[in-house]
């Protein structure tokens, strides 16, 4: 990969995460955030936690190259077409990172109320060891890392308009992530986590 931007690179045990906060340029990133935030067919499904469900705290899209669902916590999903602002940042960021992605979650926090809690992107579909790129638009929150069993090993990242995220290696296995709730008040914010989800066999 090649390192064409301004980048935090933290030192963690067992994970592999690089962060780039310019990835996409202010003012193409108020345009993609415009054309995303109305025209996607936004969702909101319930969520099944520990065997009670609940309504998700957050709107939600998928969307791919393939009808292959896509499924994590009680939710199946089936991918929407790739609109033109998708494809055109999933087009930067193949050249960014060399790697073809074949779906893209996108996440709507409409305030500081909706969150996204604690969890692993280790579903068995996206293989042994995915790599997530994940893009953010619109207001800036706050990304917290924890490892599995090294409970003093803690991260937060405040993750910006415009910026990348990229989660490689066995990032997944070790580590989890939330954008927790805040009672500050919060513009709307467009998370899209890119990803390759293998065919079942």
Same mark, same amino acid.
């Given at each position: 990969? !090649?390192? #064409?931007?301004?980048?935090?690179?933290?030192?963690?045990?067992?994970?592999?995460?690089?962060?780039?906060?310019?990835?996409?340029?202010?003012?193409?990133?108020?345009?993609?955030?415009? #054309?995303?935030?109305?025209?996607? *067919? @936004?969702?909101?499904?319930?969520?099944?936690?520990?065997?009670?469900?609940?309504?998700?705290?957050?709107?939600?899209?998928?969307?791919?190259?393939?009808?292959?669902?896509?499924?994590?916590?009680?939710?199946?999903?089936?991918?929407?077409?790739?609109?033109?602002?998708? #494809?055109?940042?999933?087009?930067?960021?193949?050249?960014?990172?060399?790697?073809?992605?074949?779906?893209?979650?996108?996440?709507?926090?409409?305030?500081?109320?909706?969150?996204?809690? @604690?969890?692993?992107?280790?579903?068995?579909? !996206?293989?042994?060891?995915?790599?997530?790129?994940?893009?953010?638009?619109?207001?800036?929150?706050?990304?917290?890392?924890?490892?599995?069993?090294?409970?003093?090993?803690?991260?937060?990242?405040?993750?910006?308009?415009?910026?990348?995220? #990229?989660?490689?290696?066995?990032?997944?296995?070790?580590?989890?992530?939330?954008?927790?709730?805040?009672?500050?008040?919060?513009? *709307?914010?467009?998370?899209?986590?890119?990803?390759?989800?293998?065919?079942?066999?």
């Amino acid at each position: 990969m !090649l390192d #064409l931007f301004d980048s935090f690179i933290p030192q963690l045990p067992d994970a592999k995460i690089k962060y780039y906060p310019d990835f996409i340029r202010a003012k193409e990133a108020d345009k993609l955030f415009k #054309l995303l935030i109305n025209q996607t *067919p @936004w969702r909101n499904d319930p969520i099944t936690l520990f065997g009670k469900t609940y309504p998700q705290p957050r709107m939600t899209s998928l969307h791919g190259h393939t009808t292959d669902a896509y499924g994590y916590s009680g939710i199946v999903m089936q991918p929407n077409p790739m609109s033109k602002p998708l #494809l055109y940042i999933e087009k930067k960021l193949k050249e960014f990172t060399n790697e073809k992605f074949t779906t893209v979650l996108l996440n709507l926090y409409r305030d500081g109320n909706d969150s996204n809690g @604690w969890h692993a992107d280790n579903e068995k579909e !996206l293989g042994k060891n995915p790599v997530i790129a994940s893009i953010s638009l619109g207001a800036s929150r706050f990304f917290h890392l924890k490892h599995n069993t090294k409970t003093y090993q803690k991260l937060k990242i405040e993750l910006s308009h415009g910026s990348l995220l #990229l989660m490689e290696g066995t990032t997944q296995h070790f580590w989890k992530h939330q954008v927790a709730k805040t009672a500050k008040i919060v513009a *709307p914010r467009i998370n899209l986590t890119f990803r390759k989800v293998l065919k079942a066999h």
